[in-house]
């Protein structure tokens, strides 16, 4: 994420990739539509009819009336072309190709640790008991960029239960897909593969943190880490780890990627936090992707009243 510099980017706004007579200001439509059709199962194509027809469709969904936001959404484009996927480039812009074509079916998830139910799961029967969600959620990386994206995905929380933790797990850890033929990143040591991420139990059970399986209202896009990825929106966007295949009940706290790769820079927490720089940068500001002046990052990016209380009591600067 860190190690290397990406090159300078295009920019292409969803709006010119778009036949025209199919763009409608966005943020009108999203206003009309939350008024009227707010629970309502809407087809993707209605909703962001700029997404195109070539992305694949998601079940039913419904819109969080909760979970949501008036800020603009940042381009689909931008989204799907400026990515962190290190087992695929280490170069942003090049992510999306490099990852065209990922094999994402079938795909498995193997549950295990400390849980009254382990055992490997298709990815369908994993999905299926659970209603699909679509929430407006910020991401901001700990380089200083962010984005606002309209993720479509379902608490971890419900899995969780379903799964019935013993009550000797403290901890989760999720792993990405190992597959080196596919992901040419993982045939150098860049990171120590697969890339592992970990939360704690009541950070996993917290109602913001969900398993997303698409975006913009269609099914997640390779790059952005098909077929089932994380996310968890108060922390910096290394922890919501993409492909997973591996969710584990554990005891002690998982050492993570990032932490392997450099535990000075890295901690286990990852919460956004102004106050802390990171070693090599300044936390206090970031950059909106699609706008130019930088704005001021928020504690817990924005999501104090609902997270803080899960930290009540530590030294933030210790555990960052
Ligand atoms: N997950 C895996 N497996 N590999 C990665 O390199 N990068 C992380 C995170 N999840 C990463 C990952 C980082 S640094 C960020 S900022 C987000 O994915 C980016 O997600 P996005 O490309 O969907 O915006």
């Given at each position: 994420?860190l190690?290397?510099q ?8 969803s709006s ?38 070539a ?23 931008d989204?799907?072309?400026?990515n ?15 990852a065209?074509?990922?094999r ?6 193997v549950?295990?640790?400390?849980v ?30 962010s ?28 792993t ?31 109602p913001?943190?969900?398993?997303a ?11 952005n ?17 993409k ?74 600067r210790r555990?960052?």
């Amino acid at each position: 994420m860190l190690l290397i510099q990406s090159r300078s980017r295009h920019h292409i706004r969803s709006s010119e990739i778009t036949e025209p007579r199919l763009y409608l200001d966005r943020r009108r439509f999203l206003g009309a539509a939350t008024g009227l059709l707010a629970a309502a199962s809407l087809p993707a194509a209605l909703l962001y009819p700029e997404v195109g027809r070539a992305a694949r469709r998601l079940p039913p969904f419904t819109r969080s009336q909760r979970y949501t936001t008036d800020e603009a959404l940042t381009d689909y484009e931008d989204i799907t072309h400026y990515n962190n996927f290190y087992e695929f480039s280490t170069d942003k812009e090049e992510v999306a190709e490099r990852a065209r074509h990922f094999r994402t079916e079938p795909w498995s998830v193997v549950i295990d640790g400390e849980v009254e139910k382990p055992g490997r799961y298709h990815l369908e029967d994993l999905l299926r008991p659970h209603a699909l969600e679509e929430r407006i959620y910020r991401l901001r990386c700990v380089e200083a960029w962010s984005m606002v994206i309209p993720w479509v995905g379902f608490p971890l929380a419900d899995l969780i239960k379903r799964f019935r933790p013993t009550s000797r797990a403290k901890y989760v850890e999720f792993t990405t897909l190992y597959d080196p033929e596919q992901m040419p990143g993982q045939r150098r040591n860049i990171l120590d593969w697969p890339y592992v991420e970990g939360l704690r139990m009541d950070e996993a059970m917290h109602p913001l943190t969900i398993l997303a399986v698409g975006l913009y209202g269609r099914v997640l896009p390779n790059q952005n880490g098909a077929p089932l990825r994380l996310v968890v929106p108060w922390k910096y966007g290394f922890k919501n780890i993409k492909s997973i295949v591996r969710i584990r009940f554990v005891e002690h706290q998982p050492v993570t990627t990032w932490m392997k790769a450099s535990p000075r820079e890295y901690g286990f927490y990852a919460n956004v936090n102004p106050e802390v720089d990171h070693p090599r940068w300044s936390q206090a500001r970031e950059r909106r992707i699609g706008e130019f002046f930088k704005r001021k990052t928020l504690m817990f990016n924005g999501y104090g009243e609902e997270v803080a209380h899960l930290y009540a009591g530590m030294d933030l600067r210790r555990f960052f």
